[in-house]
């Protein structure tokens, strides 16, 4: 067989060599031991929370010493393409902090196309020396055959299960191998379309070792199966592009979801194949929940909280999303935040070894509790920049209200806000509008009621004495006095230990008169500090407050 006539007939117009191709993209001049990673989505215009994940752990591991984190839009299969999906990827990870040193659509980089459409000269490149060295080979096929082809090719890609029981398949390749050089003149003659297949030499009998950084030391079959490299269309499948751009782009740790593992055995016989050095792998654990009977699932796309833009609408900030993908991450990364309340999560150090490698639980009771921590650790300022933002798309009443008078809406935020205990009140800028509704009067609306021991004219009398001080003492231990007269007044207990001590003896205590006023304020039972959402409130609505309540009938 004249390998060399078969590649010149089946790529005729590649010309240039593989050297020239390397001289193109040299190695990069980094500081030693940086990493140069990469995040390499299809544009579905779908971002998935273990791809925000990978992308945090992908960035994290480049840019903790100076190496490089770029982006490569694995666009092969147009079918699945999203216009603008790659801009609004970028946009997205933004919001989390995520940058790309090379790759941003409409910048570029030294090791430009970053889209594989647009390298499909390159791949050529690449097969015609496999082809030359009767490292790969033509199967040809005709129109009609051609797409079931591709579709079980494509389906193929993640199941290698399927080849190792599919005996009728593995015998139609073996087969296909024997392609003649006269047939292939034919049928180029006769303009049939082929797909280049790769010429495996594993044995699946044979185990190599193999070490990935995260899932451990494995044991890999060695890869029999003649996958395809070229689609009919000059497109490359997933594997091939893979050796070949994180070759030329000098990618050092390939960070990819761990359904890419069972295909491990095909990339090391590629990277043998082709002379590249492997980089260093390391498959992120599946994010998994539990369902309604306990099992664990996949969280798939369909589950609320899969797609990262769920959380944009639920009203949580990046940075309460980051924090949770930290806790899952990295084990040891709670004790280090308890420990650090103050610093950036970039500033932990983040170790290799601690990464999760079986399926990360995602816990939605979890997610909440990492965002009011953080939500409480955050300034006034960020926490109103914030809502505004989340506000002026998902609640524009909500947003009126917070613009019209910021001052407002800072001192109710301030609630709790600082000092060594912060109050937790609230982890997304959804709970923050419940939480802050009672304080505007579009949105106030009595929740709780009285409790049935108190009588109308119990609650009248106590309003109608609240009247005359709650909208004009600022003191808070003034007012809290006058509470307490008023307590004694009405008869009430105005201490709680005399009153548990004798409870038959008053009607109630000045704990039960605080809470007529409570409702009438707030709606509830159960509020911030009484005093100080009276100081926010202020005199005027806090009197038109408790007169709208003695007005009841
Ligand atoms: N396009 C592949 C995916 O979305 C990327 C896998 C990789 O990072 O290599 O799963």
Redesign the pocket.
Known sequence: MDYQRIADLLFPNVTLTPADVEARYPERVLPEGAKVT?????PTGFIHLG?LY?AILGEFLAHQDGGVYYLRI?DTDSKREVPGAAEALVETLGQYGIRFDEGIPGQGGAYAPYRQSERVEIYRVYAKQLTREGKAYPVFTTKEQLEQINRADKKAELSERDWHNDDARRAQMRSEREITERQIEENLQAGNPFVLRVLADGDPEKKVPFTDLIKGRLELPENDEDFVLLKSDGVPT?HFA?AVD?HLMHTTH????E??LASLPKHIMLFRYLGFRMPKYMHTAQIMRLDEQGNKKKLSKRDVGAGVDDYRKLGYAPICVIEYLMTILNSNYEEWRMQNPDKGYREFPLSIKKLSASGALFDMEKLNDVAKNTVSRMTVDEVYDQICGWAKEFAPDYYRDLTDAPEYAKAILSIGRGGKKPRKDYGTWQEAMDYTALFYDRSFRIIDEIPERFSREDVRAALTKFLTFCGTVADQNEWFEKMKATARELGYADDMKAYKADPDAYPGSIGDISMFLRIALTGKTNSPDLHQVMQILGPERVTARIQAMLEQP
């Not at 990469?38 to 299809?42: A, D, F, M, V």
């Not at 390939?254 to 979801?257: D, E, K, L, N």
């Open positions: 990469r995040l390499s989505p299809s791809g990978q694995e997933y893979h994180d390939v960070v990819r979801g359904e890419w």
